[in-house]
């Protein structure tokens, strides 16, 4: 159970990077998308063939990174100079990034097993700092010994990468382009009379969202040791569950807050499928029927305890005007008719 | 400072709903003026905002500022030398953002936008000294965003916005029509003294009568796509609600049927 749920965690933070870009194209852009489900895998085939052709696995990230920063500026381009509507234009690029990404694993699956990957590196390198064996103890010390995993060096790792780069999110946003960014999806004929061009923002935003989600792709694929054509099915959805979860959760007033909830909705969007997967009925397959009825509940459960709470607020309304007023009167009926 | 030339659109060109929008219009301002622009719905009015805006293009004619041409440049490039009030309060912010953050994105309007923090310490000084401006204490609100701000509010942020990096030409847009009469007063009196205040070169277009009459220096009525009535400095003083509904009933030969001047 317990290696279970650090396994979901260790995932959860690799793809809360993902969930980053999600962020920044669906809330910051407020632009729906989709051209993640393709360019996650552009990523991952990117990183894997240059792996097995025998680049450094860094640059094949970082590589990965730069495959995912055009596929958003192509669906950028396709939106403002093409005036093709938003979904559509993100469709359109996951359609095409399908057949792109085979033509670049040229197999719809290549496997990174014997391959020396950033994953490998990391772990051999925490290995040598000899971390383990001092958290290990401490395990031992309190009677947990049956449930240490192997390593703890990606989980660490991961995390100082992934919040590294909510720092740069975040300190980027509240850079002069970094704002004419966030009051594009705002408003854009206001930030166009300020004189920022908004086509050319919205490329790059697309862009950067899209670079994130592709590093997290080369990250994933590493990971799994393997990329395959179909690992970025649903990608979009698992990144809004992941964004709204964390809204949910932690809130969004302000744009430290809403990418640290971005995060830590991706951390517990793992735990809850994963712990959801342990029940006997269900199985892997049911894992996108799972993460569909878990953004369900997100988007609707908040509103529902919304209504709870101001009806509640109305019959205290109306009890207290009872109680001033015995006869009743016109405030107390109007109160009651909203009931 | 404004110069417009032979100024021709036509929508719907070609359709049973074609529609002249602007015939052949002038009109040229020195630096400093301020024309309050009057006109029935549909008269123009809006579109010759626009057409200097950039928002959209004239069929024919020129558009030039400080005597560049600008005819044909896109709106975002003109908007280095144009500040503009939208008649909706909700359309000159963006109400996710906080004030400070609002000013940063305005104060890069005359120039481009880098990887510097928008607002820094000496800025946000800056900042604070211009809200002061407003008499609103928005000043002690840097942080509020602006979505939380009342209509009226957040008109007088856009228009500070649109103002304090001395635009050359201020176009406002019915920039009080959508507030309440006290509301609109203000904004009304804000207007004359940051346009005193900057010296800027304005163009208000308003459905208010009185408005018209009692903001700037020069005075133009449009019909029809064209303007129909001009009162300069030295006339404007004299003008009066009663003598420009009698101007339009004598040039047009019918009663201004705009339930909304009547009212003013």
């Known amino acids: 159970m317990f290696t279970a749920l650090f396994g979901s965690v260790e995932v959860g933070v690799i793809y809360a990077i993902m969930a980053l870009g999600v962020y920044l194209s669906f809330r910051i852009l407020d632009f729906p998308d989709l051209t993640v489900d393709g360019s996650f895998v552009t990523g991952g085939a990117t990183a894997a063939v240059l792996i097995i052709s025998g680049v450094n696995p860094f640059l094949a990230t970082i590589a990965a990174l730069l495959a995912g920063f055009l596929a958003g500026c192509v669906t950028g381009i396709l939106h403002t100079k093409g005036k093709i509507n938003p979904l559509l234009s993100g469709i359109l690029m996951m359609i095409a990034l399908y057949s792109i990404n085979l033509r670049i694993m040229d197999k719809p699956n290549v496997p990174l097993l014997a391959e020396e990957t950033v994953i490998t590196k990391i772990t051999s390198w925490w290995q040598g700092l000899g971390f383990d064996n001092v958290i290990q103890s401490l395990f031992t010390s309190i009677g947990l010994s049956d449930y240490i995993p192997s390593t703890w060096g990606i989980l660490i790792v991961m995390l100082i990468v992934a919040f590294a780069i909510k720092k740069m999110v975040d300190l980027f946003l509240k850079t002069e382009v970094g704002l004419s960014l966030r009051a594009v999806g705002d408003n854009d004929g206001m930030v166009r009379s300020f004189s920022a061009n908004t086509d050319w923002l919205k490329v790059l935003g697309l862009g950067i969202s899209n670079a994130l989600v592709a590093f997290s792709g080369a990250l994933v694929a590493q990971y799994n040791g393997f990329s395959d054509v179909g690992m970025g099915i649903g990608m979009i959805i698992i990144g809004l569950a992941s964004v709204i979860i964390g809204e949910a959760v932690i809130g969004n007033a302000s744009i430290v807050r809403a990418t640290l909830a971005v995060l830590i909705g991706a951390i517990l969007y793992r735990l809850i499928v994963t712990l959801a997967l342990r029940a006997d009925f269900l199985e892997t397959g049911d894992m996108k029927l799972i993460t569909a009825i878990i953004v369900i509940f997100a988007l609707v459960v908040p509103k529902l305890i919304d209504k709870q709470k101001a009806g509640a607020r109305k019959k205290k309304r109306a009890a207290q005007l009872d109680s001033a007023n015995p006869n009743g009167g016109d405030q107390v009926a109007a109160a009651r008719s909203d009931l | ?264």
Do not use: C
């Open chain 2, 1 to 264: 400072m404004l110069q417009l030339d032979q100024i021709y659109k036509v929508f719907y060109e070609g359709t049973p709903d074609e529609k002249i929008a602007l015939n052949q219009l002038y009109l040229h301002m020195k630096p400093g003026d301020f024309v309050t622009v009057i006109g029935s719905n549909g008269a123009g009015k809006s579109t010759l905002m626009n057409i200097i805006s950039g928002n959209i293009f004239p069929d024919y004619g020129t558009v030039k500022i400080n005597g560049d041409d600008m005819t044909s440049m896109s709106e975002h490039k003109r908007a280095r030398k144009i500040g503009r009030v939208f008649q909706n309060p909700l359309a000159g912010t963006a109400p996710t953002m906080t004030i400070e953050e609002n000013l940063a994105l305005a104060y890069n309007r005359t120039k481009p936008r880098s990887l510097q923090f928008g607002v820094t310490k000496k800025r946000r000084e800056f900042f604070r000294e211009q809200l002061e401006i407003l008499h609103l204490g928005l000043e002690n609100r840097l942080q509020a965003k602006v979505g939380l701000l009342s209509g009226g509010e957040r008109q007088a942020l856009s228009l500070l916005m649109a103002t304090f990096t001395k635009p050359d030409i201020l176009l406002l847009d019915e920039h009080t029509a959508a507030l309440d009469p006290a509301r609109a007063d203000l904004i009304t009196k804000l207007t004359k003294e940051i346009v005193e205040k900057f010296q800027l070169t304005t163009l208000m277009v308003t459905h208010n009568m009185q408005q018209a009459l009692d903001l700037g220096n020069r005075l133009i009525m449009m019909d029809k796509g064209q303007i129909i009535f001009q009162a300069n400095e030295t006339e404007k003083p004299d003008l009066t609600v009663e003598k420009l509904l009698a101007e339009f009933q004598r040039i047009r030969g019918e009663a201004l049927l705009s339930d909304r001047s009547l009212l003013a």
